[in-house]
């Protein structure tokens, strides 16, 4: 994977700001002192062991879970309960699923359509030319009048990617994407993401797979245990590892 | 030892599957006498249906469908096949059919529930076919020649039949131009068809109509600042304000001025089929949408939508309908403000309406529940809001898994409304067939009636449940 894609350009304008975030599931303590800056542009990488958090974290930071203290911004909007910044953050930040999430009653286009409809008020025709555009851009415009249901792992994940473009976002969060996937599918799915993240989009990505984070990452989180335990520049982290922690990490998942 | 190696050096071309055996004969020897065990289950079954009938087929040979009573009926049938042979007697149901139908009301205005029926399949369109130019037209023509053939053979006057056909011709245009347009019939058909069969100043059914403009203007109105829950109670209590206290003297005052309307029939007349499909019908038609509500209260995470839905359901799931029907019959008028005559027959409806709201409730609340979270969550993360998500993802999809048991609670609804007999309604079952047997020429007359009315129900509820499945099958997209 090219090493070209990333020389791009990282703005100093900040995109998300974690401040001293704290959040439990009843008793249990699941994101310890959480603070992280993204900036606008930078593509984010986070690893680490089964339920050491990272879910939690980026579903924390489009309100799917709510955290109990400390702050988040996104892109200069605080969330809180209120509803409308909620909404507005939302509409802002683009989300893939592990299990793509995709609406099973209604086609490929329908699918990319409706959230610019009804959200973003889009007139039907102008939301399925930008449709067919993203669908386009992922490889799969000849599916679009088909069902979820008719289509493979990797094009349902990639549909899943369109539908989030198609609300044009300014930030895109990953949660495993390609862990439900067969090995041909996983690198169709990272195809799309690289070419999403040559364009400067500002992504957030769930990932264990280390070819990406070493080709188009900035930076590569290492979470364990609700903290976030090491954090560098992918050819640093992955060649020379701080903690003894993140080394035992690194050495069970590159060691096979 | 021979080396494993294998190359396969040209590929196979596919082949069409094997033609396999076919006909009859197979699909009797796999199906019926596929081992000892079936071909004796196979004979057994056999033999039981051949008794049955044996019982039941000379019977039905006896018929007897030209008598004015029951006693002519018995002297034909021993004059025909001897003094020991027993036979149904269907003249009962050539003479009163009309009566099994209509109950007692008046036979001059047959029509007016007549053009409703039609009416009813054609507001049915819209809501089966949205926006498909072709089954519109369809039904419209098809209820058309219908109800003309079916007026005529009601002996109506040709005055009625030139009207009714005229607005028949004026929903067909509709269809043929626009047929989205039709929702508006939809939306109308409850007070268009509560004026045809009950009568009246025309303006009684504006006036309840305009309640529920009424209702959606405010609700309109107070919902951008107020929230859509907060804006739908207030519209009901100005609503309500509307219907009891300034309805009356508003509408009196426009019947003193413009007297249009229908000759009135009173409730006590009105029985049969009519009845049944008058109280079947508008409960099924009012169950669905206060079920869902029900169905999201209850899943609510505020306390005290969530407790009324909680209690609402289980309270009502727990008392049998007749108890309701009961309440119905004497309760209800005390909560109502004096002085207000309300028509037993609407009383029941309500109480059927709640009743039935209930189970579907529960029904649609185990569709939503076997959605997986991540349907939830995508809607969220896109940004859709929460009635956006309920009505364009969650609701779709749920009522689309609860559609078997859906249509199971309206066969039961629909064959439950023979109950209210039991609160002095004519009901086709029991209520008619008491006011035939009354008569003294049919007097002793058993089964006729019950195979008739059987009959028709059964007809009714195995069509629904056959359109469940057209339906199931029509909304099958997840190819799983
Ligand atoms: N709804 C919940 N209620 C209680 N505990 C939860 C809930 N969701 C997650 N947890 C717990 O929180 C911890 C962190 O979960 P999370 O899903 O964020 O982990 P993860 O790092 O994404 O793991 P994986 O790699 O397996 O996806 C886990 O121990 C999990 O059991
Ligand atoms: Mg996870």
Redesign the pocket.
């Known amino acids: 994977m090219a090493e070209a894609s990333k020389k791009m350009v990282v703005s100093d304008e900040v995109a998300i700001q974690i401040t001293a975030m704290n959040k439990w599931?009843?008793q249990?303590h699941?994101l310890r002192d959480i603070n992280m800056t993204v900036q606008r542009g930078e593509r984010i990488v986070i690893c680490?062991?089964?339920?050491?958090?990272?879910?939690?974290?980026i579903r924390c930071i489009n309100r799917l879970e709510e955290h109990q203290s400390g702050q988040i911004i996104v892109d200069g909007t605080e969330l809180t309960n209120d509803i409308k910044n909620i909404d507005k953050v939302r509409s802002e930040v683009g989300m893939v699923f592990q299990h793509f999430n995709l609406f099973p009653h209604l086609t490929i286009l329908e699918n990319c359509t409706l959230a610019p409809i009804w959200v973003r008020k889009v007139p039907r025709k102008e939301a399925e030319e930008t449709a067919m555009h993203y669908l386009t851009k992922v490889k799969i415009p000849d599916q679009a009048h088909k069902y979820p249901g008719q289509l493979s792992g990797g094009q349902q994940q990639r549909v899943a990617i369109a539908r989030s473009l198609c609300m044009k976002p300014r930030i895109m969060l990953f949660d495993?994407p390609t862990s439900a996937l067969d090995p041909e599918m996983i690198k169709e799915v990272l195809d799309t993401m690289i070419q999403l993240a040559e364009e400067g989009m500002t992504m957030l990505c769930?990932t264990h797979e280390m070819g990406f984070a070493q080709a188009v990452a900035n930076r590569v989180i290492f979470?364990d245990k609700?903290q976030i335990v090491e954090q560098n520049e992918p050819r640093e982290f992955f060649n020379n590892p701080q903690s003894e922690r993140t080394k035992l990490f690194l050495s069970q998942i590159l060691g096979h | 030892m021979a080396s494993p190696l294998f190359v396969r050096n040209d590929m196979l071309p596919p082949l069409p599957p094997p033609a396999g055996e076919r006909g009859v004969v197979k699909w009797l020897r796999e199906n019926l006498f596929s081992s000892v065990l079936n071909s004796v289950l196979t004979l057994l079954a056999c033999l039981a249906v051949l008794w049955l009938a044996s019982f039941i087929l000379p019977w039905l040979a006896h018929s007897v469908w030209n008598a004015s009573s029951l006693a002519e009926c018995r002297e034909k049938i021993a004059a025909s096949f001897g003094p020991e042979a027993a036979g149904p007697c269907w003249a009962v149901i050539r003479l009163r059919w009309n009566q099994f139908l209509f109950g007692l009301y008046p036979q001059a205005e047959y029509w007016r529930p007549t053009t409703a029926a039609a009416l009813m399949m054609v507001s049915l369109s819209p809501v089966l076919y949205y926006g498909l130019r072709r089954p519109a037209l369809n039904i419209t023509v098809t209820m058309t020649v219908l109800l003309v053939l079916a007026l005529i053979g009601l002996g109506t006057d040709w005055g009625h039949i030139v009207l009714s056909v005229a607005i028949m011709l004026a929903l067909m245009a509709v269809a043929a131009t626009a047929p989205k347009r039709l929702l508006w019939l939809t939306l109308l058909f409850p007070f268009i068809a509560f004026f045809l069969i009950w009568g009246g100043p025309i303006w009684t059914a504006v006036g309840t109509l305009a309640g529920f403009v009424i209702f959606a203007l405010v609700w309109q109105f107070v919902q951008k600042p107020l929230g859509v829950v907060v804006g739908a109670g207030v519209g009901l209590v100005v609503a309500a304000i509307w219907w009891t206290s300034l309805q009356s003297s508003v509408t009196g005052v426009l019947a003193a001025a413009l007297p249009w309307g229908l000759p009135y029939v009173v409730s006590d007349n009105i029985g049969g089929f009519l009845l049944a499909f008058v109280i079947g019908i508008t409960a099924i038609s009012a169950s669905l949408p206060i079920g869902v509500l029900l169905a999201l209260g209850r899943r609510s995470d505020m306390p005290l939508i969530h407790s009324l839905s909680v209690g609402f359901i289980e309270f009502f799931r727990g008392v049998p309908l007749i108890t309701v029907l009961f309440a119905a019959n004497f309760l209800l008028l005390y909560f109502l403000p004096p002085r207000t005559n309300f028509d037993l027959i609407l009383r029941v409806i309500i109480v059927v309406i709640i009743f039935a709201s209930a189970y579907i409730a529960e029904v649609i609340r185990g569709g939503l529940a076997a959605l997986p979270r991540g349907q939830y969550e995508a809607a969220d993360a896109l940004g859709l809001d929460y009635w956006q998500a309920q009505r364009l993802i969650i609701m779709p999809q749920a009522l689309k898994i609860s559609i078997p048991g859906i249509v199971s609670s309206f066969i039961g609804l629909f064959k439950d409304t023979t109950l209210v007999a039991l609160v002095g309604l004519m009901d086709p079952l029991q209520g008619v067939t008491k006011i035939v047997r009354s008569d003294n020429a049919w007097k002793g007359l058993y089964w006729e009636p019950y195979i008739f009315v059987g009959g028709i129900f059964f007809l009714v509820c195995f069509s629904m449940s056959r359109y469940s499945m057209y339906l199931e099958r029509k909304l099958k997209t997840d190819h799983r």
């Open positions: 599931y009843g249990f699941v680490g062991p089964s339920g050491s958090g990272k879910s939690t974290l495993e769930v979470m609700g």
